[in-house]
C-alpha cells in the first residue's frame, strides 16, 4: 500500500505558518478527560531557524528560545522520532543526527534509570546548553550505558526505547502502556493456543492486531527479558500516576548479551562527549525463537473447499467497506478528539526492518480447514467532514473524526543505506 504523507494537527503553528519544527525530546504521559481511551504523551518541539541548512540535531540549527509542548495521542508514537522535521504539521524526509554503530554487552537484570538533570561522573546528564527540554522534559526518565571509559557514555531516553522495542505499532503502543500483557492478555492473543514449541513461536492474536505485530508479542511473552521490560512500563506509570498527574515511564532491554546497535545520535557534554540517542535503527540481538507461526481468530482467509462447512452453515460477518482513496490522500491525525468507534481504521504502513534476526524470515501460517463466518453485505461508511483521523479506540457516533492505525510492515531484507534515508518513506 502507498504511504501517503503524515500531518499531525497538533505539530502545525498557526501564527507561523510554514515553520520548520524539530521534535526536541519528550515529556511525561498524561490522562486527557475529553479523550478517554488513549494515553497523550508530551511532546517537546523547537522551532528551526528559516535559514538553517543540514545538520538539523545541532542546536545551531534552532531558535533555541522558541520552544512549545503539545500533547499526542499514545498510538501516534510508532511516528515520532527525537530529531524529526515537521513542517507545517508534515513529516520532513530529512535525517537529523549522526550516524553511529555501538558494539554493547547489555547486562541481565532491570536497569536504573536517570533524569536529565541527574549529575553523573563530573557532569549533568544531558546538559541544558546542548539539548533544550523545556521543564515538561525534565523528569523524562533515560537509561545510560557506559562508552569509553564513561559510565553514562551512551544516554537512551526511555521513551525511545519503547518505541523502538515494543510499540512497533499503534495497537501495539496502547497495549503496552496500557498494561495489557499483564492485566489483560486475552485482548491482545489467545492464551490456549499461545506459546513455544521448541524454536517455533505460535502466536493466536486477535483480530484486531496484526500479523507483523506478532513478532514482538512472541518476544514478549517468550521471554523474560523482554516481559519484564513491557511489564516495567504499565507498573512505573501505576507508581507515577499515584502521586502525580504526570507518569515518566521506565523499561528494559527485551535481551541481555552482546549486540550491535545502530543509531542516530548528538554529543552532548563535554571531555569526552556523550551519545544522547535520537533514534534507534538497528539491532542486532536474537530473538528467543527461530520461527513465527500466526493464526487469527477470524483473518478472513478462504479454507480448504475440501474441509470447509456448507457456506449456508456459515455465520455472516457484516464490515464496513475500504475507501480506496484513502491510500492516495494524506493522513491528517489529531489528538484532541475522540474518534469514531465504529469507522473502519485508516492504516499506514511504517517501512524498514529494526531487527538483524528477523532478516529475510517469513511467517508461517497453517492451511484453514475450515471457515464458520462468511461475508455479509458490505456497510459503506462516508468520509468524515473534515477528513481528519485519531488512534484513540474511539466512542460510538462521532461525527468529523475517522479512526486510524500505525502498523509496521516488514520486507525481507534490512533497509540497504540507514544512514542516508530516513525511516519512514
Known sequence: MPNPHVVIEEFKDASRPGSTWRLNWFGGVERDPNVATEYKLQVVLTKVKDDAKGAWHTESSVEQDILRMVPIGIGQLPLLRMGSLWRDGKLEMLRSGDAQVFDLDIPPGLPNFYIATDKIGLSGLVPFRDHRLMGFGKNTKCLVLPHNGDPAGIIIPAIELIRF??????????????????????????????????????????????????????RTLNSQAAFDGARRVSDSMIRNFANTQHANPESAFPFSGKTKLKALCKKVGHAPARYLILSLVSCSAPFPYDDLEVMADNDGRQADPDTDIPDQAKIPINRPSKDER????????????????????KRLELSGDSFEALKGKKIRKQEKELCNYKAGELVAIAAPDPDVSGTADGIRSVDGVDKAELEKACSESLPPSFFTTYLLH
Open 165 to 218: 522495542y515494543y510499540a512497533n505499532s499503534t495497537r501495539l503502543s496502547k497495549a503496552i502502556f496500557n498494561g495489557d500483557f499483564v492485566h489483560a492478555p486475552s485482548s491482545v492473543y489467545d492464551p490456549d493456543f499461545t506459546g513455544l514449541d521448541g524454536k517455533l513461536a505460535v502466536v493466536c492474536r486477535r483480530q484486531d492486531v496484526s500479523d507483523e505485530d506478532c513478532w514482538t508479542i512472541a
Open 326 to 345: 484513502q491510500e492516495l490522500t494524506p493522513l491528517l491525525l489529531q489528538s484532541a478528539k475522540e474518534p469514531d468507534s465504529n469507522a473502519q481504521p
